[in-house]
């Protein structure tokens, strides 16, 4: 959710914690703040809204000296946006100042025993108790006296600290929040987030849970749960920075859409070997394989909707029941899962708190799990027995995209992989159907060359408030990711349903004019689908009809046609969603809405 940046160098620190804080912008922006050491004195300096109000408060870091500092931008959990509760937070004596990620979920306990104690709260927000302990705790020794708080700390935390005693010394600590050290010459760092370390450094060290650091320009020394020290592995960095900027497109969403060819491409590589999946270290023996009775895929939000299409595919090609439920439902639901049941989760961040959550349970439960995730190091990945990694490159757009498309081309690797090894489907149309996968990237880029339509009929929608995605199969679950993205970014009511579902009850909202956009590409469901959009039709909906290159089935009911390239049927979302992500970036456009940064959203849910 929150972003956080540190940094303890030669040089000013405000120029990497602003760089930091705007590449991080993306996790959370309602409000920023950053505090620097100087003259043995913290200055804190904090807005509401976006960084860039920060930048120009600070005169771009000028009016800000000193070489230690730490910096937050904020996604509001505990307390309003406002400038009083943007991080960092201070001691009321002002030798310590926090920034923080994650949520103090005993802060309340400790916040009634600190003011019954004299201790006078300035913000609403968990974090202030932090400040305010180290300060009641602190004995000279600013390791042990950080040992001690986050000992008392109940919750997630991914932590900032630094203390006017100590003037080059920043200290991070972590527990289920991400944290990351960035090891140079010139300067020591810490982000939530790699890509806000990227430009600084390639050499970066992950800091486990219960673990902590104390940094200086020249040292980094690492203590684990015990408070002792320890040795940790340096790992480098692998992409290249510009994977992080916008690279010539006016936003990061544009810039993501156009980079799937490549991202499902990278997905894909090295993966499907003489016709068949190849998935290096796996720990689901083929004996495992064969007792599995059940998959249950857990997810939120797109990652969800990547589990439905896997659903559809899974069960097609091994013929074992699977179910996708979501991870905030699943957790507390007492669910049915045992050894024989196979848990895959889906997260592009690998961060999110309710899948994380769900994961540990399914695990607890003794499923052997299987993540998909795209963030290299990341809780998910280190929490689950096996991982298969998306390889979409970092994804900064709220609204996701490839992370969406990388997902579904895992989705159709490892239906491949488990058909082979349960011999539900025979070597040769394994092969074939592997063959029509590594064909997938081609066939997007074709897809994206509709750009410029899809703006034009974008424009009709911009006075809509409400319409609906209709849909079968695995149209259905396009429809899902279709009409999540388009409300997400363009603020748009919008609703996917099964197209057999809508007389139901919701045909009652169709009138004159509204909007239906119907997925139809499943040519077995066409009749199907046509009666369905001839209803609404009749009803004076306004109906926009996406299908195949050459059907013309539709044609006559439709208002608009969108066409896809004709693929395998079990890999139409990979080319069906690409025009809604299009459609729905155009819409946020021409309605003036901020696209890579949508109100209220944040890419990675850490909390509850
Ligand atoms: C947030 C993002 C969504 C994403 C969901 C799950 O809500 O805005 O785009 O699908 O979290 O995130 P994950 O990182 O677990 O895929």
């Known amino acids: 959710m929150c972003g956080i940046v540190g940094f303890t160098g030669k040089s000013n620190a405000a120029p990497f914690l602003l760089d930091g804080l705007s590449r991080l912008e993306y996790r959370g922006y309602d409000s920023a703040g950053i505090a620097l050491l100087n003259n043995g004195e913290i200055k804190t300096e904090k807005t509401v809204g976006r960084i860039k109000s920060l930048i120009d408060k600070t005169e771009n870091g000028k009016t800000v000296d000193g070489f230690l500092g730490i910096g937050h931008t904020r996604w509001a959990t505990h307390g309003a946006p406002s400038v009083e509760n943007a991080h960092p937070h201070t001691s009321t004596n002002g030798k310590f100042a926090v920034v923080h990620n994650g949520i103090i979920e005993n802060y309340l306990s400790i916040k009634e025993k600190l003011k019954s ?38 919750g997630s935390f991914a932590l900032g600290i630094i203390c006017s005693d100590y003037p080059d010394t920043l200290v991070a600590a972590k527990k289920f929040s991400p944290l990351i050290v960035g090891i140079s010459k010139e300067c020591n760092i810490i982000a939530s987030d790699v890509t806000a370390i990227a430009s600084t450094t390639k050499d970066i060290i992950y800091l486990e849970d219960g673990e902590f650091a104390i940094l200086t320009p020249n040292s980094a020394d690492f203590f684990g749960n015990d408070g002792k020290k320890i040795d940790k592995e340096i790992s480098k960095i692998t992409w290249d920075v510009s994977a992080s900027e916008k690279g010539g497109f006016d936003h990061f969403m544009m810039k993501e859409i ?22 290096e270290g796996f720990n689901l023996t083929a004996e495992k394989v064969k007792n599995i009775k059940r998959i249950v895929i857990i997810a939120c939000g797109s990652a969800y909707h990547a ?81 298969i990694y998306t390889l979409a490159g970092p ?55 509709q750009n410029e339509f899809l703006s034009e009929i974008a424009k009709n929608q911009i006075n809509t408030n409400s319409l609906f995605f209709i849909g079968r199969n695995i149209d259905y679950a396009v429809s899902l990711e279709a009409s999540l993205k388009l409300k997400e970014i363009s603020y748009i009511h919008s609703e996917a349903y099964s197209a057999g579902e809508l007389k139901h009850g919701t045909i ?14 499943f040519e077995r469901l066409s009749d199907k689908l046509l009666s369905n959009i001839k209803e609404v039709k009749a009803r004076g909906a306004y109906v926009i009809t996406c299908t195949t290159n050459g059907n013309d089935t539709f044609n006559q009911e439709s208002n608009e046609m969108i066409y896809v390239p004709d693929v395998d049927r079990r890999l139409i979302a990979s080319v069906e969603v ?9 819409v946020s456009l021409h309605k003036g809405c901020d696209i890579d940064k949508p109100r209220n959203l944040a890419k990675s849910v850490t909390v509850e």
């Open 117 to 154: 104690e004299g201790v006078i709260f300035s913000s609403q927000t968990d974090t202030e108790v932090i400040p305010h302990l180290l300060n009641k705790y602190y004995d000279g020794d600013l390791a042990l006296t950080v040992k001690k708080v986050i000992d008392l700390l109940e």
């Open 258 to 279: 156009f980079e799937q060819p490549n991202a499902v491409k990278q997905t894909l590589s090295g993966r499907i070997k003489s016709g068949e999946v190849v998935f």
């Open 307 to 387: 589990g439905i299409v896997g659903k559809y595919v899974i069960e097609d090609m091994t013929r074992i029941p699977c179910e996708v439920d979501l991870a905030s439902e699943f957790r507390y639901r007492n669910p049915i899962i045992d050894e024989n049941t196979l848990t895959i989760v889906i997260s592009q961040s690998g961060e999110t708190a309710d899948t994380l959550a769900a994961l540990n349970e399914a695990k607890r439960l003794g499923s052997h799990t299987v993540s998909i995730v795209n963030v290299v190091g990341s809780s998910i990945a280190k929490a689950s027995d096996d991982v």
């Open 395 to 449: 994804e900064i757009a709220v609204a996701t995209t490839k992370g969406y498309s990388t997902q579904i081309a895992v989705m159709y690797l490892f239906s491949a992989w488990l058909s082979k090894k349960l011999g539900s489907l025979s070597d040769e149309e394994i092969a074939a159907f592997l063959e029509n996968v590594k064909a997938l990237p081609q066939k997007i880029e074709e897809t994206l060359k």
């Open 508 to 521: 009652s909202l169709i009138e004159e004019g509204k909007t239906v956009i119907a997925l139809a590409c």
């Open 578 to 586: 690409i025009p809604f992500q299009i459609y729905s970036y155009y």
